[in-house]
């Protein structure tokens, strides 16, 4: 906001220093030299250079930081990755015991057995309608 409040007033400063200068020639009646001066400022020069040359170092610095913390994040969730499926698996096999599959019982085998027989029979009366 000051910065602003500054650039402002310091411009207003500068065209009423132009116009004034213009009256006080004109008022004397002398006629206007074309010719420009310029006011060359050589530390501007060296500060723009040094704007640029720091602008890409910064940024350069900023790309490999960005690269080194899309690795990192990347290295870490590949970690927690492998770490949530290590537990995942564990508890698959904290349910078996000792590595060991649960008996089923045998209300369920019976019934899986007769489901089998079934579908061998209809796979067998299918076979013997299409001959």
Do not use: C, W
């Not at 020639?25 to 400022?41: T, V």
């Not at 350069?60 to 949530?84: G, W």
């Amino acid at each position: 906001m000051y910065f602003l409040l500054i650039l402002f007033f310091a411009s207003l400063a500068s065209i009423t220093f132009m116009i004034g200068r213009k009256l006080a020639l004109l008022e004397y009646e002398q006629s206007l030299n074309h010719e420009e001066i310029l006011l060359e400022l050589p530390y501007l020069k060296e500060i723009k250079h040094a704007t640029i040359q720091n602008t890409k170092k910064h940024g350069y610095a900023l790309l490999v930081m960005t690269v080194r913390f899309y690795v990192r994040f990347a290295n870490f969730l590949k970690s927690k990755y492998e770490e949530i499926k290590i537990k995942i698996r564990n508890l698959s096999t904290e349910n078996n015991v000792n590595g060991e599959k649960k008996e089923i019982s045998k209300f369920l085998k019976v019934i899986g057995d007769y489901k089998r027989k079934i579908r061998e029979l209809k796979h067998k009366i299918k076979k013997e309608e299409n001959l």
